[in-house]
């Protein structure tokens, strides 16, 4: 009697479990599935109202002329060439600060980490003004004024503010990374590097071979995030690059730049003053919506179960 | 040419001052000495200077202008981080919940965790402008997407109300049931690393408590409360600055003072929103690590 209630109380609740996870999960990819329905749905579906998600004609068209008003494939490969390389300079960065905070003490050692959270703690707001005056004449401790007498060098629209920020540890959430590197140092045994030092090996030696491969799992933690916020980020690409193609600010600008270009591209001229019908432009920026998204995705079904393994091993928590 | 010779002690803090070189160069040049000019400039009128800018004076007009005359600036404030303070609630409900869900076992889990972190990678603001002003776009002005949204929530909510005021609970839980319920994606999406901070934390708690506690014969929701909740409550703190931390990032508030400096060009004026903002979120951040930080339990 006691096992068969036992039993029929765990059905219903793995019932209600699946029921509370297929439905959040429907609730996540609902607004994707519709991305890719709209991606696909030809023209003449658009106002017959017997269609839900599966399109009746399939078609490219979309696909092209979204691809068309962004210039799809160079933007792509320009964010991914600065996103990668500002991810590397932050995870570099990064690491070496965690490490010297978690193995080293130093005078003022600990009121520096202090400083170090509150770096995460500031609004980046705050820093705005100042830091976009400052890259629009750049010059690092009146070098520049002394040697060529010029006021400085104006950074913004090229890539150096982000490479700058990022090689010094200041990018986007820096802070947060430089945190998981020093827990995951601190909470290893301090055993190997005496026995490297004693081998003879210097402080970088040390680091580079010994400390370093150990440290995969935060460094896949740093890394994924870093990559993904700076793909997202449209706070410091729009202050310091708004000219710049990349494609988070591209996106935000796409709803105007379709009104205005598919007329063009459907073949009428520029000044013929015909208007593109407002619902094929919302499919076209749902489209584009689905192109800057879905490198970010591919990259994902790649390496999602690293990124709960990795926050596991990377000792946040410890 | 004498070389000093160092003891092992001071050769390594010399050692650890040069791998945080990096980040101290920034700090000091890219954080701190911002930090201080940004004080100067919220209490000076800033002109912008072929090469450079020029700073007048003004004391604290620009704190009063901020507060006092412009049009939005203190209803933004004050709406953002009471939606804040509202949101806060339901997104550690939701990923604390979320997560003990996560961490049982259950076929299909991999997939689930998949999905679930799915809003992690996709949280992006540059989307989310698009997909607004897409809709702007179809609808032919902003007002009619509040109004369709509203429209749109409406009919199903009335119903929610009347059951949940049937049951006899009082109204203000009702409205915070119904506004939970209505920013559920917001609330879903913006939840992903608070989950797996959670998750993370929930697999650090020994199994051995659990079978201990199941050989007394404590029951499932017995060992919810007294193992799993006070082994994760340092978390709960973790997470709870965290989440403060990240609205503010893309909040109206942030937008408003993007605005005020580059459009508008008033430079002062932004930077002394920029400094109001900062002081009432670090007055939020203190009372809330104080309150919390007493009732943490910690092994």
Not at chain 1, 219 to 233: A, E, G, H, K, M
């Amino acid at each position: 009697m006691y096992r068969v209630r036992h039993k029929t109380s765990d059905l219903l609740y793995s019932i209600f479990r699946y029921a509370l996870v297929i439905g959040i999960s429907f609730i996540i990819l609902y607004p994707l599935f519709l991305k890719v329905s709209v991606a696909f749905k030809d023209k003449q579906d658009i106002y017959n109202p017997t269609i839900y998600m599966i399109p009746q004609h399939f078609t490219l068209d979309n696909i092209r002329l979204a691809a068309q008003v962004m210039d799809y494939l160079p933007l792509l490969a320009n964010t991914l060439l600065f996103v990668t390389i500002t991810t590397l300079l932050t995870a570099m960065s990064c690491a070496l600060a965690g490490y010297g905070f978690a193995r080293f003490s130093f005078p003022g050692s600990n009121v520096l980490f202090v400083l170090v959270i509150l770096t995460i703690l500031v609004p980046t707001s705050t820093l705005m003004v100042p830091m976009y005056l400052h890259f629009r004449s750049f010059d690092f401790m009146g070098m520049i004024q002394l040697f060529t007498g010029k006021n400085g060098i104006n950074l913004l629209n090229t890539y150096w503010p982000s490479m700058i920020t990022a090689a010094t540890a200041g990018g986007l959430k820096a802070g947060l990374f430089i945190y998981i590197f020093r827990q995951f140092f601190k909470g290893m045994p301090k055993e190997i590097e005496e026995a490297a030092l004693i081998d003879g090996a210097g402080g970088f030696k040390t680091f580079a071979q010994i400390m370093l491969p150990n440290a995969i799992s935060p460094l896949i933690t740093v890394i994924l995030f870093s990559f993904v916020w700076q793909y997202n980020d449209t706070f410091y690409s729009a202050l310091f690059m708004s000219e710049s193609p990349l494609i988070s600010l591209k996106v935000a600008s796409l709803p105007a730049q379709a009104n205005q270009l598919i007329p063009q591209l459907m073949g009428f001229g520029s000044n013929s003053g015909i208007k593109a019908d407002p619902n094929y432009v919302a499919m076209i920026v749902d489209t584009g919506i689905l192109l800057a998204i879905a490198p970010l995705i591919i990259l994902y079904l790649f390496v999602q179960r690293y990124f709960v393994e990795s926050i596991e091993r990377s000792g946040v928590v410890g | 040419m004498r070389t000093i010779r160092l003891s092992l002690k001071s050769r390594r803090a010399l050692l650890g001052l040069a791998f945080i070189s990096p980040w101290l160069l920034g700090f000091i040049f890219l954080f701190a000495t911002p930090l201080l000019q940004s004080i100067r400039f919220s209490l000076s009128n800033l002109s912008v200077a072929p090469g450079g800018y020029v700073l007048d004076f003004v004391g604290f007009k620009n704190f009063k202008d901020a507060l006092l005359f412009d049009a939005t600036y203190n209803r933004i404030l004050v709406d953002s981080v009471g939606a804040m303070l509202l949101n806060v609630p339901m997104i550690l409900f939701f990923s604390l919940f979320t997560a003990t869900l996560l961490n049982q076992k259950f076929r299909g889990r991999t997939m689930a965790r998949a999905i679930f972190f799915l809003p992690v990678i996709l949280a992006s603001s540059a989307v989310a402008a698009a997909e607004s002003a897409g809709l702007i776009n179809l609808m032919g002005d902003a007002s009619a997407v509040d109004a369709s949204a509203d429209g749109g929530a409406s009919f199903n909510v009335v119903s929610i109300v009347r059951m949940l005021a049937d049951v006899g609970l009082p109204m203000a839980y009702v409205d915070y049931i119904v506004e939970a319920i209505m920013r559920i994606y917001e609330i879903i999406s913006s939840s992903g690393v608070q989950i797996l901070i959670f998750l993370a934390a929930l697999q650090s708690v020994p199994g051995s408590m659990y079978e201990v506690a199941k050989i007394e014969g404590a029951t499932a929701y017995e060992s919810f409360w007294k193992i799993t909740f006070p082994m994760v409550s340092p978390l709960i703190l973790t997470n709870v600055i965290y989440t403060i931390i990240d609205s503010f990032a893309g909040s109206p508030v942030t937008q408003a003072i993007y605005q005020t400096a580059f459009k508008t060009q008033n430079f002062g004026l932004s930077s002394a929103m920029s400094w109001l903002y900062t002081l009432v979120i670090g007055l939020v951040l203190i009372v809330v690590g104080w309150v919390l930080s007493r009732r943490v339990h910690y092994n």
